[in-house]
């Protein structure tokens, strides 16, 4: 039997999903922040930045909890102005730790804390002494929620908002009920954090056992299956020794690799793996890629030292983790324009990677490829597959728009980098990785620099646009139609 709620008490409940959403999230960065401020007692630290933190956000979420209500059905409206200003304000309190105790500004703290919620890992932090371990922990803590946070997103909440990232997120599979994990968002969130725990101690283990310390295992670890990158080293893992590097890569690549397949392979379906054109296509990308960049090393390093930096370099690029073996800032231009090239694929859908995915590209290039062939016989039907699977036109379109949008993105954030003072290879590497949520770039933000340089200005759009990156684009351009505005009318 179909409900129908009444008129005045669809009124009274808008809204009330909304501000729980926002009020469960401040309470948990509240609880979060109570157990830093034991473990920075641990440390024997500074409890200041994690102690007004958890005071300010407890104080805020009662009430809003309060007010708030779950038991209703949001809207799409709804449903996407949640995820927007939530991942807005968890990021903003994010930061109070690094300006209280890391004596970080504003604007520095907000970045940071923005780069480490939307994996980017980029960094305004010059002098690494000044963060304790407290803060590093927490720095790569929020890295590790960020990574959970979208994952869960692009698998349970984006299908039910009917976005375009449902549409590619299923566009490879028969059907979207044999790709999602289970029928309900509690057990689906669950599976993936089932997955992405236990890849994060078998992390945490693997650095352990090749013999480093339990701090920067577990902060590795935090950073590396989430695909994020910060290192509490300055050199990132050029500052560790080379077996080090060689262990990250088997979770580097599979942090590039969409959680619902990884998933499936855990049920005992390994096929669903091979199977899969995305990640056919992901793994063909890694192999080229880094083949073409060893080569372009060789010249430089020795054999294997020219493969450990080609496979790692490609992987930590591609799945926007952003570490560094080496600075690769004063590479060949040829050995740079194959990672440059790198940051516009990204990972697979349903992953922690951030750029444009593996799938989009491979649709892409597919649809030129039926392009070309549709002027030479115009009467020919030419559907568009992705393994046994016809991609719709409407599929087509919204990746086209997510596209126009990412690239409208970037070219934009370029240009203003440049005329706020930024050369052009700094702007436009600080632009890629920023709206790819890659994190360094060349030049003045290279791996082993700071974006501490930019104007303010630019930090602040380049906060804009991690954030814009990190939640699909399309999400956060819908806030800038007035329709999106226009509240409903009950009849």
Partial sequence: MLHVFPQSKKKKSRGRFALYTIGFGLAFLSFIMFVFVLLALLFKEPISGFLITGILTIILAVPILRIGKLNYAPSRRESLLSVLILWSVIPLFGGIPYMV????????????????????????????????????????LTQWMGGIGIIVLFIAVFPRLAIAGRQVFFAEAPGPTEERLSPRLRQTSNAVLIVYTGATVLCILSYLIAGMSI?????????????????????????????????SLFFLFFAGVNFALQYRVIQGYPRSLTNNPEFRFYSLIVIVASSLLCFTLL?????????????????????????????YANWSPSSQAILVALMFIGGSAGSGAGGIKAIR?????????????????????????????????????????FITLYMGLFAFTTIVLVLLGSDLITSFTAAAASVGNIGPGLAGVGPMASF??????????????MYAGRLEIVTVFIIFNRGFWKLPRYR
């Fill in 361 to 401: 590209v491979l649709m892409v290039a597919q649809n030129a490829q039926r392009e070309v062939q549709r002027s030479m016989h115009p009467r020919m039907v030419l559907p568009l597959r992705i393994g046994n699977s016809i991609v719709s036109e409407d599929v087509m379109r919204s990746v086209a728009a």
């Fill in 452 to 465: 501490a340089e930019i104007h303010p200005v630019g930090r602040a759009l380049l906060i804009f646009t």
């Fill in 299 to 327: 010249p430089i390093y020795g054999f294997l030292e020219a493969v450990r930096h080609s496979i790692f370099q490609v992987l930590t690029i591609l799945t926007s983790a952003g570490y560094a073996s080496v600075d």
């Fill in 215 to 247: 701090f920067d295992a577990v902060a590795h670890a935090l950073t590396t299956v989430p695909a994020g990158g910060f290192s509490p080293h300055p050199l990132s893992f050029a500052g560790y020794a080379p077996r080090f590097s060689w262990i």
């Fill in 101 to 140: 105790d890391g004596g970080m500004s504003i604007l520095n703290a907000f970045f940071e804390s923005m780069s480490g919620f939307t994996t980017t890992g980029a960094t305004v932090l010059v002098d690494f002494n000044s963060f304790n371990h407290s803060l590093f922990l927490w720095r790569a």
